[in-house]
């Protein structure tokens, strides 16, 4: 007896994401029942017949109402939204994209982010806007203490590329695990503030969680090393804000880039706006491309249809 294939889902705000995703399953499996939608409405008559979910920002009226739900594949590495506040059914299975999907361009974003300023192009820039020829003396960053906070799929790419880099590379974790690459890794909420005074370059690559959350207060920037750059590609939830504004405007810390904050978009009366040694990208550090998240769904699929565990399954208990 052959098992029906299960009805599929594909749910993003963007119409070309949506329909790219379908025409990649439907390549995979010829008339697989697969249909995509981009609002609310377009997913209604769908919503309580589908099993499989492909997607993100799916409203959560929506999800409550998709009784037939069984597994969710996030379209992204981030999950806080589906799991903090349960947005999604704690009976439904949750699997996010492997972080090696996002990691090679993140790793560009922050090595750019470190090389842009130690070669001051944003001088070489103004100066250029203003016709003005003015030598300066440019700084290396090799050799330099770059600490990675958060070693999971992503921050442990970016901890590896940056020893290739020739950068001392520490890490910070929650829990023990080994790190051979590395020089060093902190382990726990006891050595953060230890962890955070060695880091030249402070790299957050945290998941929000309910124990991530706020991590990054006044009390810990303030054990930060004269200087120190903070780049957070993470998400903007584990900084709280108000302490980063005055680490920034005492010159505790030296410069920041952020590509993730509490809020997107970032209020337009943000204090974030009026610091110039703060950088800002609009959350594009680690893109999701379709053909991309598509052939890890797909190898995902044939483990669920098979009944074997799923690729990057979210722990509800931890978060990530
Ligand atoms: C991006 O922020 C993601 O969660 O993939």
Known sequence: ???????????????????????????RHPGAPVVSASSAQQAEPYIDR??????????????????????????????????????????????????????????EYVLGAIYARTQKFHLAWTQQGER???PYM???????????AGLGDIGGAIARRAVANGFKVIGWRRSPQAEPDLDRVFVGLEQLKAFVALCDYLVLVLPLTNAT????????????????????????GVIVEPALVNALRSGALGGAMLDVYAEEPVP????????????????????????????????NLDLYRNGLPLLREVDRASGY
Request: aromatic share 8%.
């Open 213 to 236: 959350r706020d991590m990054f207060d006044a009390d810990i920037l303030s054990a930060a090393k004269q200087g120190c750059f903070l780049i957070n590609v993470g998400r903007g």
């Open 268 to 299: 337009t009366d943000h204090a974030f706006w009026t610091l110039p040694n703060l950088y800002m990208t609009p959350h594009v550090s680690g893109p999701i491309v379709p053909d991309d998240v598509a052939s890890f769904f797909l190898d």
């Open 1 to 27: 007896m052959s098992v029906a294939f299960p009805e599929i889902l594909v749910f993003c705000p963007e119409p070309e994401q949506a329909e790219r995703y379908r025409e990649l399953i439907l390549a």
């Open 132 to 134: 003005v020829w003015q």
């Open 50 to 107: 589908a099993e499989i979910l492909l997607g993100w920002k799916v409203p959560a009226a929506l999800l409550r109402r998709a009784t037939r739900l069984r597994w969710m594949q996030k379209t992204g590495a981030g999950v806080e939204d589906l799991v903090l506040g349960n947005a999604l059914p704690e009976h439904v299975r949750l699997t996010r994209c492997d972080g090696v999907l996002l990691a090679p361009r993140m790793i």
């Open 138 to 148: 440019v700084d290396r960053a090799e050799g330099s203490v770059l600490g990675v």
